[in-house]
């Protein structure tokens, strides 16, 4: 059997960024991705390629509580979601790591503070580039770095909205995007600044993703193998079940099993957990690390809402996802209790609409899908959803994911939108127009719109309610770790992907001092493969 120092399941977030940090150390590190590479094909910028006919998209069936089948919103390559991803990477506000009041209950403390997670976040948005302004958002937490690069501009129609909101008295700000655009040198820009940017594959691999900003550099480290089409099925663990001594994958269809002294976990929140409930042995009778019953509980994908404003005058952007707003994150004198974050999304397409029923546009007849795509200004509202017990990834006979889902914070949700549409008149846009726009993430598909999926085996300190310690270490096995955003034990209202990367190098500083192994090599420039 292959033996490793460190094996790594999943190329995501999570997974890919860990790999990138341990690389340097010298240690024999194998990461196993059930995907393959994202091909690079003129079909990556292609809005009916990816949103009607979901070309990107796994073919994975999971399944409702009643058993009623549904396609996730899932995306299997070496990179996991940050493949399609829109970038936003935002860090949590401080206060999100203590104990918030929501309208539906409480928004539980996190084992450590932000205080804790800073200097990763810095580490994080140097690692994937992140370009941003601080100062602008009044809810921004502190921080010990500027941005690594200066704020993507907005183009002159979200300019406006910018200033018509700030106007209104609110604080616009510029959103923290990860994409390699130079803008003061636009003919050595990696980035070309298009319109085909959130929910598509970037072709010419300018996005900040984990393919290319954290597994292809770690692949330069000849300590560092990559096996793609590698499904890993099943973790055994000795007799008494306090190590993991095995890892059983399926290669290409072919069995294989691996080991190592550390195994770490990062799947993508339902799967992490499908992955340790299926590893249930006569140790760990209900799942791998499930003893407290935790294992799959508390799914959480925010509760968020894709809508579109038609504005009076044309919106020619092109690449949109330039702004945020967070004055409605907290409680405040509007609501007394947090409503959520407002930010932008990539700009509507007409063959985005396909999937639509035209009576939704409300304008129809007398608009055009194509006259709607010309004036929308597509706004994407998170608000945070709550940790619920029964809100859980199961695993069916036949080995399908099933997810239980009740939404939560309904309220402020509603709040929310109302609270945008209120407002239009003062953007430049038409009043009472604010149009739900399924094509994107189906968002209103609550359990299909998994894109923000987290919280299945949260960590604490707690063994009783809680999966992980708060090194992301099962609580009952030694060499076991999940590092996706499974471990979140709440998941705020702002984009989770810089968190899981930044709570990945932490986590790999932790491993870096188990492993007694130090930095060893000098960290090469990031390779940029492009
Ligand atoms: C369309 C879209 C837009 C988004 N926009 C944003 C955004 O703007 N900002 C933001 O912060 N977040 C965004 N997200 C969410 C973000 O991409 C995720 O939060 C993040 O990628 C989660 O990281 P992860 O490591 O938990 O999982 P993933 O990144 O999904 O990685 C999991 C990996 O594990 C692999 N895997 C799964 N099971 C197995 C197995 N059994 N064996 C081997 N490998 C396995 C998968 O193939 C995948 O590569 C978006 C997501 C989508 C889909
Ligand atoms: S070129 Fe820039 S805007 Fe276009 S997909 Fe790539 S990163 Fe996004």
């Not at 695993?395 to 402020?412: F, K, L, M, Q, W």
Request: charged residues 20%; hydrophobic residues 35%.
């Amino acid at each position: 059997m292959n033996s490793y120092d460190v094996i790594v399941i999943g190329s995501g977030a999570g997974g890919g960024t860990l790999v990138r940090h341990l690389a340097p150390t010298g240690k024999r590190i194998l990461l196993l991705e059930r995907g393959d590479w994202l091909a690079r094909e003129p079909q990556n910028w292609s809005a009916s390629d990816v949103f009607v006919d979901g070309r990107y998209t796994s073919p994975d069936i999971w399944h409702y509580a009643d058993g009623e089948p549904f396609a996730p919103q899932v995306h299997y390559y070496v990179g996991g979601a940050t493949k399609l991803y829109g970038a936003a990477l935002y860090r949590l506000r401080a206060e999100d790591f203590g104990e918030l009041r929501h309208h539906d209950g409480i928004s539980p403390a996190w084992p450590i503070g932000y205080d804790d997670m800073e200097p990763y976040y810095t580490q994080a948005e140097q690692l994937y580039e992140v370009h941003g302004a601080r100062g602008e958002d009044p809810t921004e937490p502190h921080s010990s770095a500027p941005y690594p690069f200066p704020a993507v501009s907005h183009e002159p129609r979200i300019q406006q909205l910018s200033d018509d909101l700030a106007a209104a008295g609110l604080h616009p700000f510029h959103a923290p995007c990860g994409v390699r655009l130079d803008e003061a040198n636009m003919p050595f820009s990696h980035c070309v600044r298009c319109d085909s940017c959130d929910g598509f594959p970037c072709l010419v691999h300018a996005k900040s993703d984990a393919e290319v900003m954290s597994v292809r550099p770690a692949l330069e480290y000849p300590n560092v193998t990559l096996l793609t089409k590698a499904e890993v099925l099943r973790l055994e663990t000795n007799a008494a079940g306090t190590a993991v001594t095995e890892v059983v994958v399926s290669h290409d269809g072919l069995p294989e099993s691996f080991r190592a002294d550390l195994v770490v976990v990062a799947c993508g929140a339902a799967n992490s957990a499908k992955l340790l409930l299926a590893s249930a042995s006569d140790a760990h009778p209900n799942g791998l690390a499930n003893g407290s019953d935790q294992v799959g509980r508390n799914y959480m994908f925010h509760n968020s809402q894709a809508v579109l404003a038609l504005s009076r005058d044309p919106n020619p952007t092109v690449f949109q996802k330039t702004l945020g707003v967070n004055d409605f994150y907290f409680a405040s004198d509007a609501f007394e209790f947090p409503m959520g974050n407002i930010q932008m999304v990539g700009k509507s397409q007409a063959p985005m609409f396909r999937g639509e029923k035209p009576g939704e546009t409300k304008l129809a007849p007398s608009w055009t899908l194509r006259d709607v795509a010309r004036h929308a200004v597509d706004f994407w509202l998170s608000t945070e959803d709550l940790p619920r017990p029964e809100n859980r990834v199961t695993v069916r006979s036949d080995g399908h994911i099933e997810i239980s889902y009740s939404a939560t914070n309904e309220v402020p949700k509603q709040r929310l939108y109302r609270q945008l549409k209120s407002m239009l008149g003062h953007l430049g846009m038409h009043h009472d127009h604010l149009l739900r726009h399924h094509a994107y993430l189906k968002n209103e598909i609550p359990v299909a719109g998994c894109a923000h999926q987290a919280g299945t085996c949260r960590f604490g300190t707690d063994s009783a309610t809680s999966v992980l310690d708060p090194d992301c270490r099962a609580h009952e096995v030694d060499n076991l770790y999940v590092v996706d955003t499974s471990f979140f034990p709440s998941i705020g209202a702002v984009n989770p992907a810089l968190t899981a990367m930044a709570n990945a190098m932490r986590v790999g500083d932790h491993l870096i001092d188990r492993l007694g192994a130090g930095v060893v090599q000098p960290l090469p420039e990031p390779a940029h493969v492009g």
